[in-house]
């Protein structure tokens, strides 16, 4: 995955609940053109990041029901509503939780906070298909493992 858009998951209860911190820095190659002189994380990226906290948790809830090496990608935006500007220097507290969960995907409802402020929210869709891969299973195991900073979670 290129644009990793989660530094750490905090907590990982599925299909309950998810949360995970995203510290936005003027280092991230985006604020280079976005904009010079006035950064702001666009919020294409701010619902990436939503969308790979849900993404964990949908893919979590498969393996506590015995579906091992899925991936969960993002389909469907529903109702995305931006209400704060997020610029580098900002840590934004996810949170998703699951609101339907099928063999072949899901929905889960995220939002990002930032100061104790809503930033952004919405439902998203999400498809699972297999990850047939070895090398790209054990690339997301260790992505895993760096999240949550043990493997005992995964």
């Known amino acids: 995955m290129r644009y990793v858009l989660l530094d750490r998951i905090t907590a990982l209860e599925p299909p309950e609940r998810a949360t ?3 510290c936005v820095s003027l ?14 994380m666009p919020g294409a990226l701010i ?18 029901r015995g579906h091992e090496n899925l991936y969960a990608m993002l389909v469907m935006v529903e109702r995305a509503k931006f209400r704060r500007i997020v ?3 900002d840590q934004m507290i996810l949170e998703a939780s699951c609101s339907a969960v ?11 906070h930032v100061g104790g402020e809503l930033a952004a929210e919405s439902e998203l869709g ?8 070895p090398e790209i ?9 760096v999240w949550l900073g043990s493997a005992d979670e995964m």
Do not use: N, W, Y
Request: avoid cysteine.
């Open 126 to 133: 999400l498809a699972l298909t297999p990850i047939l891969r």
């Open 102 to 112: 099928s063999d072949a995907g899901g929905k889960v409802r995220v939002t990002a």
């Open 137 to 145: 299973i054990a690339q997301r195991k260790a992505l895993l493992h």
């Open 47 to 64: 619902l990436e990041s939503m969308a790979q906290l849900g993404g964990v948790l949908l893919e979590a809830t498969m393996r506590q």
């Open 27 to 40: 280092a991230d190659d985006v604020f280079v053109d976005h904009f010079p002189g006035l950064p702001i």
């Open 20 to 22: 995970g911190v995203k």
């Open 87 to 89: 610029r580098p220097g």
